[in-house]
């Protein structure tokens, strides 16, 4: 077993506190942060795994899916400071 492969199941079994953040969190900052941690560790997979098939295809998914998460957490940030997002 190679090691990227033992990062893969190290990031695949990292993602269950995040899940479990995003549903059972109090408050909703506290699942925003979960949220926001998934999708930085499916990022990181999904370089990793890109790696590991000598495929570059998986980079943009993993550019598109970071762009994303990261105009989600702006916008719901904005909604949580200041009950609007424009």
């Given at each position: 077993?190679?090691?990227?492969?033992?990062?893969?199941?190290?990031?695949?079994?990292?993602?269950?506190?995040?899940?479990?953040?995003?549903?059972?969190?109090?408050?909703?900052?506290?699942?925003?942060?979960?949220?926001?941690?998934?999708?930085?560790?499916?990022?990181?997979?999904?370089?990793?795994?890109?790696?590991?098939?000598?495929?570059p295809?998986?980079?943009?998914?993993?550019?598109?899916?970071?762009?994303?998460?990261?105009?989600?957490?702006?916008?719901?940030a904005?909604?949580?400071?200041?009950?609007?997002?424009?």
């Open positions: 077993m190679n090691l990227l492969d033992v990062a893969l199941v190290i990031m695949s079994i990292s993602l269950i506190p995040c899940i479990y953040r995003i549903i059972v969190g109090p408050t909703l900052p506290d699942r925003v942060v979960g949220l926001d941690a998934l999708t930085l560790v499916m990022v990181v997979a999904l370089g990793v795994y890109s790696y590991v098939q000598e495929s295809f998986f980079l943009d998914a993993a550019l598109v899916l970071s762009i994303i998460s990261f105009v989600g957490t702006i916008a719901i904005r909604y949580i400071d200041e009950g609007a997002i424009f």
